[in-house]
């Protein structure tokens, strides 16, 4: 419980069974894989973790121009570039084993 102004405020959520301790997550793809922001702050911190999109296998995503800048912003093309869902299970998620928030995949 967090407590603002004298009033109990409870952080944890439960979303489909699956229990977060706070409500923050990372958007899907702002953030890599994940494990790559703990060099920048310490991601315990947050409810979970949602890695960029990845496919069953590993993917190089589109050639060329990828990202294009305009006065507004940008858009990309990336083509979903991604290790593939094996490595990630071998290689990333392991990573997160000794790290006390959620890891989300996402996999299209």
Not at 34 to 40: D, H, K, N, R, V
Request: aromatic share 6%; charged share 20%; hydrophobic share 40%.
């Amino acid at each position: 419980m967090l407590n603002v102004h004298g009033k109990e405020i409870r952080k944890n959520i439960t979303i489909k069974g699956l229990e977060f301790k706070n409500p923050i997550l990372t958007a899907s793809g702002t953030c890599g894989y994940g494990i790559e922001m703990q060099q920048y702050f310490d991601i315990s911190i947050l409810g979970g973790i949602v890695a960029k999109g990845m496919t069953l296998s590993p993917k190089s995503g589109n050639e060329g121009h990828r990202i294009a800048e305009f006065k507004g912003g940008i858009i990309n093309s990336i083509g979903l570039e991604n290790m593939g869902l094996n490595r990630f299970k071998d290689h990333i998620a392991p990573l997160f084993e000794d790290i006390d928030t959620n890891l989300i995949a996402n996999v299209s």
